[in-house]
Structures are given as structure tokens and as C-alpha cells.
């Protein structure tokens, strides 16, 4: 939590201690066996809300997220032919 909100991410971004304080608290607390708790319905919002992947916050599983990011990125696109492959 420090460190997003220490930093200027960009113009208009803005973090809401409280919020995610209360996520927090649901990740560390939810049932994995009550998908209608409401630490799971907080969960899911902040996922949606914040464009983030359910698969990483519930199992680990980060590919989805990077390659949403990848996809998302608006650098430059770039093509690179890799010689002697």
C-alpha cells in the first residue's frame, strides 16, 4: 500500500487508502468456500474496478495479468526478427 501511494502513477490517478485497506483485509480473510461472502463481492469489484485479473488474486497465477498489461501497453509496438532461429 506504500508504495502506490507514494507515487504519481499518472494524471487523474488517485488512491484510496481506505479502500484498499478494506482489500486488503478481504484477501487475508475471505472463505474460498463462500463465493457470496462479502469479502468475495469486495474482492471482485476492486478486480473489476481496477482491471485486474481474478486468476492472480485467487490462485497466484500471473500470466493472464501480464499478458492484459502486454496487450494494454501504449508504448510503442515493436516487431523484432530474431536471426539464425
Known amino acids: 500500500m506504500e508504495l502506490l501511494s507514494s507515487r504519481a502513477i499518472r494524471d487523474g490517478w488517485s488512491f484510496d487508502k481506505n479502500r484498499a485497506a478494506r482489500f486488503l483485509h478481504c484477501l487475508r480473510t475471505f472463505d474460498g468456500n463462500d ?5 468475495v463481492t469486495e ?3 476492486w478486480a473489476l474496478d481496477h482491471e485486474q485479473s481474478l486468476l492472480w488474486i485467487f490462485t ?10 502486454a496487450y494494454h501497453s501504449p508504448g510503442k509496438r515493436q516487431t ?4 539464425d532461429v
Not at 35 to 39: D, G, H, I, K, N
Open 43 to 45: 474482492i471482485v469489484n
Open 60 to 69: 497466484g497465477n500471473i500470466n493472464e495479468m501480464i499478458c492484459t498489461l
Open 80 to 83: 523484432r526478427v530474431l536471426e
Open 35 to 39: 463465493a457470496t461472502s462479502p469479502e
